[in-house]
Structure formats: C-alpha cells, structure tokens
C-alpha cells in the first residue's frame, strides 16, 4: 500500500530564511510523488513532480526536492522564504495505476516577517 | 481560460435540503475526480471517473451521487445535507493515458455550509 507521512504539520520561518518541509513515503515500487500548495481559499496547485527521472526536481516559485529511495524521503526546500510562501502544503503519492493519489495530512507554513 | 471551474464556489443551505454542484475541465483529461476537504485540511477521495465510467468509489454516504454526462464534465450531488456534510469540495482531473506521470488539476473548491 501506498501512504505518506508529513512530518510537520506546522513550520515558521522568518523571511529570506531557507524553508524544508519533510515528507516520508511508503510504496512497494518506484512511486511517482508532487508536492502541492493551497493559498487561503483557493484551490490545490502542483509545486513540482517526480516521476522516476531526475532525483532532484525543481519547480515553481523557487522550489525544489529531492527523491531519496534510501530514506524513502521528498523534502520540500527552498533557500529563501518569502511572505507569499505562507500556505499549506501536501506532499502526495500516485499508485501504479494512477487512479489513486494519496495525500499527506497537509503542513502548515507561516513566514514571520 | 480557467482550467478546472466549479460552481458554486460558496453554498450554505439547511439540513435535509438537497444540492448540487457542477465541475468542468477544458484541459483534455479523460479523468476527473471529487475530493472531500474537512475542517483539519485533510483531503479525502469521494469518487473518480474515466470517460464517464466510474473507476473510484470510496466509502461515501449514498446520499452522496455522482454524475459524468461527459468527459469534461463532473458534477456531484448531494441529498438530504447533514451538518457533518460542511467542508470545502474539490474537483480535479488528470490525464489516465499518462497516469503514472499525470499529476491532478485542481478547481478552487467549493465551500458548503449547512446550517
């Protein structure tokens, strides 16, 4: 079965400070894993996405992670936060199939001014 | 040239009455989703469709009925609302012919309230 596990479900950061956001995965096969962000009443938009290419992924908005089989790992990073980084954040797996995506319980990021 | 749109986007309405709400997608994806969001944040699957057959049934209240006349459309209604029926309602799709590589596109939710 497949699942993931967030870490946090807050993190605080000041501004201009580097941002990581943990997730752990459980998957029987190579897993195809996104990370999401959800602004204040809107809706999900994908940050990035691994999808056994590249083991470092680079997205959006200064964002990056690294798939880490070993540590069964997809940290979300970046080097400086900035205020519109306050959101929540899912880390998801996808199942072989493709039907069915599984989300992390969701972490909470606040940037102190 | 919004991608994923649904409507309403705010719903608040009595117990026992019954709604709907509406989904389209103009991105050309064969599979179409609707997600359950509670008040923790925590986002549950309800039901997912692929060119119109459905592929996902969670265990979801019967009152609780999804309708796909087409492919680009997802439409979800709900009969005899509860109070425990509030939460924010997202529809999504992606692409089954690329499932694997195919992340989900999101709408903006919809937010029901029952009162």
């Known amino acids: 079965a497949q699942s993931v596990t967030q870490l946090d479900s807050h993190v605080s950061v000041s501004e201009g400070t580097p941002v990581l956001l943990r997730c752990n995965y459980s998957s029987s096969y190579s897993p195809s894993l996104f990370w999401y962000v959800q602004h204040p009443n809107k809706g999900l938009q994908l940050l990035l996405k691994?999808?056994?290419?590249?083991?470092l992924v680079k997205g959006i908005n200064g964002f990056e992670a690294e798939f880490k089989k070993s540590e069964t790992s997809f940290h979300l990073t970046k080097p400086s936060a900035h205020m519109s980084d306050a959101a929540e954040y899912f880390c998801?797996?996808?199942?072989?199939?493709?039907?069915?995506?599984?989300f992390g319980t969701g972490t909470s990021l606040t940037v102190i001014p | 040239d919004t991608a994923v749109s649904q409507t309403p986007k705010y719903l608040v309405t009595q117990m026992g009455n019954d709604k709907s709400i509406k989904c389209e997608q103009n991105l050309g994806h064969d599979t179409m989703y609707w997600y359950k969001q509670d008040s923790k944040k925590f986002l549950k699957i309800m039901f997912s469709y692929n060119n119109k057959e459905l592929i996902i049934n969670e265990t979801v209240p019967n009152r609780f009925s999804p309708k796909s006349p087409d492919k680009a459309h997802l439409n979800l209604h709900i009969n005899s609302l509860e109070l425990g029926d509030s939460a924010v309602y997202f529809c999504a799709s992606s692409q089954y012919r690329d499932r694997y590589n195919s992340p989900l596109h999101f709408g903006n939710g919809t937010r029901l309230t029952v009162t």
């Open positions: 691994y999808t056994s290419a590249a083991t």
């Open positions: 998801v797996v996808s199942d072989l199939s493709g039907n069915q995506f599984y």
